[in-house]
């Protein structure tokens, strides 16, 4: 009799606490991380897809960005196959495109000889561009703020953030110098696109 009580009452007290633990978990305060970019969706390579970790640790409000839906143009219009092959040294072997699939996010890549090169644009606030890894580099003279992180170049301006991933050449500050004059060359194109 006394085993059965016990085993009642640790049952009463195991659904005593769960039942708790179910009502802690509707009213968390914590906010929504930063939605994935288009960048994870795509079938870029997994060396591509950094930009969640890009982030700092800590979560993030919802992207709202300052540009109205739709403010994304096609990116892989805004970079012809020849000035691609200009700025990374390599010939263009396939481009795929987004196809134009999200009004918030948009995303080129074109497959090289060797290596890729891939833009992916988002709209994006400032305060949420500014999150950012305790890794992430500073980059002067791109866009209104930039930064890079594992193989990608980062650059906010005008309510979009610019993610350019290279890795057509031999090392990072290489890749970089290529990301950046891409960068540079596609930003004004991107403002003129988007008004």
Known sequence: MTRRIIVLAAAALGALGLAGCQQDAGTTTAKPSTPASAEAVASAPASAS?????????????????????????????????????????????????????????YCQWQLSQGQLTITVSLETRENFDIRNKQAQPVIGVGTTAYSLAGHLYVWQDGRDV???????????ANLSVARRTALQLLPRLEAASK
């Open 163 to 173: 993610d350019v991933y290279v890795s057509s050449e031999s090392s990072d500050p």
């Open 50 to 106: 950094a930009k969640p970790s890009a982030k700092a640790s800590g979560s993030a409000r919802p992207s709202t960005g300052t540009k109205e839906a739709g403010a994304v143009p096609d990116i892989c219009k805004l970079m012809s196959k020849a000035e691609v092959q200009t700025l990374t040294g390599e010939s263009v072997t396939l481009m795929t495109d987004d196809g134009g699939s999200s009004s918030t996010s948009r």
